[in-house]
T-cell receptor
Framework: TQLLEQSPQFLSIQEGENLTVYCNSS?????LQWYRQEPGEGPVLLVT?????EVKKLKRLTFQFGDARKDSSLHITAAQPGDTGLYLC????????????FGQGTILTVHP | GAVVSQHPSWVICKSGTSVKIECRSL??????MFWYRQFPKQSLMLMAT?????????EQGVEKDKFLINHASLTLSTLTVTSAHPEDSSFYIC???????????FGSGTQLSVL
């Protein structure tokens, strides 16, 4: 099973600040997904990256996939209190695309 | 868009009783569903893969006799926590795979509290 190292584990920042969350593995990702989860809810898919070097943007969120497909980052510009939540990276493992291995998660708190 | 419904959203039960959690794909057929467990402020841990018409595949360390999974139809998988104990208290989340594009959809989770 592929291990995903996610950092930092906790992030507490003020509104308007920028932040970056990292997801790394010692082996190559076939693809990588980023999710956001709020308390008492299931995770919601933000993006899927597949190609090495790929950059995707979703409003104030920028997702990068490393050239070697062993690492990925999520950058949030001008964070807002509504960005507060648990951010998870995940990668398919085994024989099924749906069998995801998740990173440890990053709990982000954005203070007004 | 596709929706996965999970029921109940929360349940409180006494120690020693069994609890059944349902995961339904509302507008697509899901031959494969997945069950995850999540403790507070932690990530999701895969418990088992549920395949329609066949036995579930459990991850290492997950007791199959304690966490019974049944995937009797293409739209429903159930997880039964048998003889629940306080340490089984957790957030349980299912996901369903929609083919042939293999898009994955998550349920909204079930918070189980065992007293």
């Amino acid at each position: 099973t592929q291990l995903l190292e996610q950092s930092p584990q906790f992030l507490s920042i003020q509104e308007g600040e920028n932040l970056t969350v990292y997801c790394n593995s010692s082996s190559v990702f076939s693809s990588l997904q980023w999710y956001r989860q709020e308390p008492g809810e299931g995770p919601v898919l933000l993006v899927t990256v597949v190609t090495g070097g790929e950059v995707k943007k979703l409003k104030r969120l920028t997702f990068q996939f490393g050239d070697a497909r062993k690492d990925s980052s999520l950058h949030i510009t001008a964070a807002q209190p509504g960005d507060t939540g648990l951010y998870l990276c995940a990668s398919p493992g085994g024989t099924s695309y749906g069998k995801l291995t998740f990173g440890q998660g990053t709990i982000l708190t954005v203070h007004p | 868009g596709a929706v996965v419904s999970q029921h109940p959203s929360w349940v409180i039960c006494k120690s020693g009783t069994s609890v059944k959690i349902e995961c339904r794909s509302l507008d697509f057929q899901a031959t494969t569903m997945f069950w995850y467990r999540q403790f507070p402020k932690q990530s999701l841990m895969l418990m088992a893969t549920s395949n329609e018409g066949s036995k579930a595949t459990y991850e290492q360390g997950v007791e199959k006799d304690k966490f019974l999974i049944n995937h009797a139809s293409l739209t429903l998988s159930t997880l039964t926590v048998t003889s629940a104990h306080p340490e089984d208290s957790s957030f349980y989340i299912c996901s369903a795979l929609r083919g042939p594009w293999e898009k994955l959809f998550f349920g909204s989770g079930t918070q189980l509290s065992v007293l």
